[in-house]
């Protein structure tokens, strides 16, 4: 997911697109390349179950500090899969002492369902 | 995506998870795994455009004759991006004469979209 890393904010992106379903006109090449970059950062069974945990977290964050038992991976694929759902806006970072906190940014999967819903 | 090829029924899969959003409660490995396959056809900037083609189009149905021009892809390219999209549930297709016709399931995106809303 590398790529991920080339695009600076994801999130305008799919919020432009939100207001364009899928299912009302054809989209154009630079909008299918925005949602193709979005759904892979999501299109994986690690980052989905960290974000689910995430999710349902109270206040929608969690520690990775208890993220890393949950989906025993390591600590470093771990912090991977967390980047790239931060980059894909998913997820804000923030630091509080030793720990990593990662909140959900409900907006971000609000547009992807969103610009699929007919 | 050979993978999508090895999985029967990803529309039953999208179905079994459509009641337990992401958000909800954190999803189990089998879940998860189910999920980022169905997200994996749909993130590819070329089947995005041609679902979004074909579900645009007048009964959400289109020619493959018609396919091909609008995106400047090769036939054969744009059979295998078809053919991963019906696999996973999201078009059917169907043969009159000398052309197949492929109709949007959109149970199928509306499973998904559902899925990832809070």
Chains 1, 2 share one sequence.
Do not use: N
């Amino acid at each position: 997911m590398v790529t991920m890393l080339e695009v600076t904010d994801i999130t305008a992106s799919v919020g432009e697109v939100c207001c364009a379903p899928l299912m009302k006109e054809p989209i154009g090449q630079q909008e299918a390349e925005h949602l193709a970059i979005t759904l892979k950062a999501l299109a994986d069974p690690a980052r989905l179950r960290l974000l689910s945990i995430v999710a349902s977290s109270e206040g929608q964050e969690a520690c990775v500090c208890d993220l890393i038992e949950p989906v025993g991976l390591s600590q470093p694929t771990v912090s991977h899969h967390l980047k790239v759902l931060t980059e894909a806006g998913f997820l804000s970072r923030s630091k509080r002492g030793t720990w990593a906190y990662y909140k959900l940014k409900p907006e971000a999967l609000t547009g992807v369902a969103g610009f699929l819903t007919i």
